[in-house]
């Protein structure tokens, strides 16, 4: 891969240490002439990542997804550094960055373009999300009941606490919790895991890309709850159904030469 000349440091100043770990890329940055810029504001300016070769995260998994949207559109490789325990996403150690940086520097880093979901409520502007997005009863003490059609044809009804729309990459995260299966991040599908369903027989689905999964909910007096990567999917409330397609756009996700996946998946999930 090229090298790279001119970085991004993005630090999230609410963890403790991050501020440091920014500090210590950047002197590693200037001790091998590659030029940067830095903030510690969270999230940053929309153009913070224009013209950048990479852009380097401190602050986990949660303060990469919060980079999604900007790293996708100024077309910028993002690579995490985790700050505390091992994330699925913010893979490089920060006891390792004298060793591992200079190499990515150098051009020894590979690129993987994960999928997301696109997604849009009642006909409105289109909008991403990495990891999940998911619909959930506006009671925390009610049953909801959801329908879902795949393009114009019945899937089935769901009495659940809600439903997660995921991709690979998120198949690991609530898609998880939720019983549904853990998928590789080069794989082109869309997961849908109900929420604790009423029923036993109520399962985890995949559907290929080039599809349309429409959610609606059935005689509900609570509007249901929609988050994205753990956040409000919409800025005002939105009319149903919501749209969930796998997007064209791809996240760059920058990791080293030697990443394994399943190595994190074994440290992380304790696999023998």
Known sequence: MKPLKKIA????ASKPGAAQLAEEIQAIAEQHEVSFKKTSIFPC????LAEMDACFVVGGDGTLLGMMKS???HNVPVAGIRHGKLGFLATLSPDELHSTIPELFLGNYRIKQRSMIKYTGGGGDANLALNDLVVKSGSNSRLA???VHLNEEHVADYACDGIVFSTPTGSTAYNLAAGGPIVHPDAQVVLMTPISAHSLTSRSMVFPSGVLLKISPIESNDQPL???????????MQDFPVCVSLANEK???MELADHS???VLRNKLKWG
């Open 145 to 147: 009941r959801f329908s």
């Open 45 to 48: 300016e929309s153009d913070f």
């Open 261 to 263: 996946h399943f190595r």
């Open 251 to 253: 996240f760059s996700l």
């Open 9 to 12: 440091i993005v630090a999230n």
């Open 71 to 73: 790293s996708v559109e």
């Open 226 to 236: 929609v988050s994205a990567d753990g956040q409000p999917a919409f800025s005002e």
